[in-house]
């Protein structure tokens, strides 16, 4: 089995920065695509960034200049560096993240989810 688990999230002011981490753990052989998804309540999952292997990253126009997604490949870790926050920030952010396993199986594998509010 391959687990994600994000860490970092909390309560932050407007106009703060905050920095979630994401860490790959199981028997995997690489990880390729990883990406970071929120969903605040009542609304649908949105899509924020997305980061392959060769370091190539995708932002939709709502994130751009403010969130920068990058990667440890020798730890299998993701994170997102989130500056600027506005209360529309608020949510619950999910990284993803899919990969070969041995053999050539593949996998792909949700976190839990991490609570990031930012309010006065």
């Known amino acids: 089995q391959v687990q994600l688990v994000e860490s970092g999230g909390g309560l932050v002011q407007p106009g703060g920065s905050l920095r979630l981490s994401c860490a790959v753990s199981g028997t995997i052989f690489s990880i390729s695509a990883m990406d970071w998804y929120r969903q605040a309540p009542g609304k649908q999952r949105e899509f924020l960034a997305n980061?392959?292997?060769?370091?190539?990253?995708n932002y939709p126009d709502s994130v751009k200049g403010r969130f920068t997604i990058s990667r440890d490949n020798a730890n299998n870790t993701l994170y997102l560096q989130m500056n600027s926050l506005k209360a529309e920030d608020t949510a619950v952010y999910y990284c993803?993240?899919?990969?070969?396993?041995?053999?050539?199986?593949?996998?792909?594998?949700w976190g839990q989810g991490t609570q990031v509010t930012v309010s006065s």
């Open positions: 993803h993240a899919a990969g070969l396993k041995a053999g050539a199986a593949m996998w792909n594998s």
């Open positions: 980061i392959a292997r060769d370091g190539r990253t």
